[in-house]
């Protein structure tokens, strides 16, 4: 099984896997789908699996430092 995807050889991740992305902010899978659910992240099904885009991460880092009083970059 894939943990991400990496198109262009640059070893920069372009998409996570729903594990992946949970295990960078230690939450399971099914933290992530409920995101995805309620529509607070992107995702992608890619033959039978989804993914989510990298860039996704940044909208988690950024509603963090939202919450915590911090003005999102």
Same mark, same amino acid.
């Given at each position: 099984m894939r943990n991400y995807i990496n198109d &262009?050889?640059?070893? =920069? +991740?372009? *998409?996570?896997? /729903?594990r992946a992305f949970g295990d960078q902010f230690g939450k399971g899978? &099914?933290? /992530? +789908? +409920? @995101? /995805?659910? +309620?529509?607070k992240i992107k995702a992608i099904k890619d033959c039978g699996e989804w993914l989510i885009p *990298?860039? =996704?991460? &940044? /909208?988690? @880092?950024d509603s963090a430092a939202y919450q915590e009083g911090g003005q999102a970059s």
């Open positions: &262009d050889g640059t070893g =920069e +991740r372009k *998409a996570f896997t /729903v899978p &099914d933290w /992530v +789908r +409920r @995101l /995805v659910h +309620r529509g *990298a860039t =996704e991460t &940044d /909208v988690i @880092l």
